[in-house]
């Protein structure tokens, strides 16, 4: 008796674990991108992480990052553009599987998503109107009421433009296009935004604008974020991140993107 007992406990003990494991497979993510065959990612514009190319696709650090996590998972990857105020809130509702965009590290955004470990680094600057700025002798005039100073909405740059100058009138824009155009043709004084693209403007614009700062206003980490409570899909993109750091694979992608020039022949004017 005891030992028939004793073989139903077993039985009962080996279907519980096998009902939470295949539980845990249903609902990890990891396991859903291998039985779909695909990956889905998030993306919003901004050079020279994702940009659009002349013949209408994306391209970009980030992508190239997507598409080679894609390759070694064994999947095809499937790119999804948002503006960046509601790409968080897509991967939330799992209309994408991750964000690959240059997204910065911050406690706010990891209250709502998980990291990996981070792959990138940057800064954020500004670059500023010479027409407007031109009687300003210190970056401490910007922070005054009659100063207008754009961003993009959704950004670490929208939240660093109201901190750094509380005083000034921030002007949030859609896009980087937008703002870009804004700060050049002297809609705003200033655009804050991640290095390198007031480098970039600077560049393309040099009777327009101007770069006043020598340092960044702030240092970040950049990362994949997926959902909260996808264990076995964040030890993926980790042992990912560290297997390609040490063959430098992202440090070679990293280098053509962000220190040559060489990519511009391949994006819209």
């Not at 002798?137 to 009421?145: D, G, H």
């Not at 859609?174 to 290095?195: I, L, P, R, Y």
């Not at 990293?254 to 060489?262: G, H, M, N, P, R």
Request: proline letters at 4%; charged letters at 25%; glycine letters at 4%.
């Amino acid at each position: 008796m005891k030992f028939i007992q004793t073989l139903i406990i077993i039985f009962i003990t080996l279907a519980c674990s096998q009902n939470l494991y295949a539980d845990h497979e249903d609902h990890d993510v990891f396991y859903d991108i291998q039985k779909k065959g695909e990956i889905k990612v998030g993306v919003s514009i901004l050079p020279p992480w994702v940009m659009r190319s002349k013949e209408g696709g994306l391209v970009g650090f980030e992508i190239d990052v997507a598409k080679q996590l894609a390759k070694d998972m064994g999947v095809k990857v499937i790119f999804k553009e948002y503006q960046w105020s509601k790409m968080i809130p897509a991967l939330k509702k799992g209309e994408i599987d991750i964000i690959a965009s240059g997204l910065s590290i911050t406690p706010k955004r990891a209250l709502e998503v998980n990291y990996s470990q981070p792959y990138s680094s940057s800064g954020y600057g500004l670059v500023t109107n010479l027409n407007l700025t031109k009687d300003f002798t210190s970056i401490k005039n910007l922070n005054n009421e009659k100063v207008y100073i754009t961003a993009v909405e959704g950004t670490v740059s929208a939240d660093l433009a109201k901190r750094v100058f509380p005083k000034a009138k921030i002007d949030l824009r859609e896009t980087e296009e937008d703002a870009t155009s804004a700060v050049v043709n002297g809609s705003v004084h200033a655009f804050v935004s991640s290095s390198p693209i007031p480098e970039f403007i600077s560049l393309k614009h040099p009777d327009e604008v101007d770069l006043p700062l020598k340092k960044p206003l702030l240092k970040t980490n950049e990362a994949f974020a997926i959902r909260k409570n996808n264990q076995e899909m964040l030890q993926f993109l980790n042992s990912w991140i560290v297997a390609r750091k040490a063959d430098e694979w992202i440090d070679s992608s990293y280098q053509y993107w962000f220190k040559s020039l060489k990519w511009q022949r391949k994006v819209t004017k």
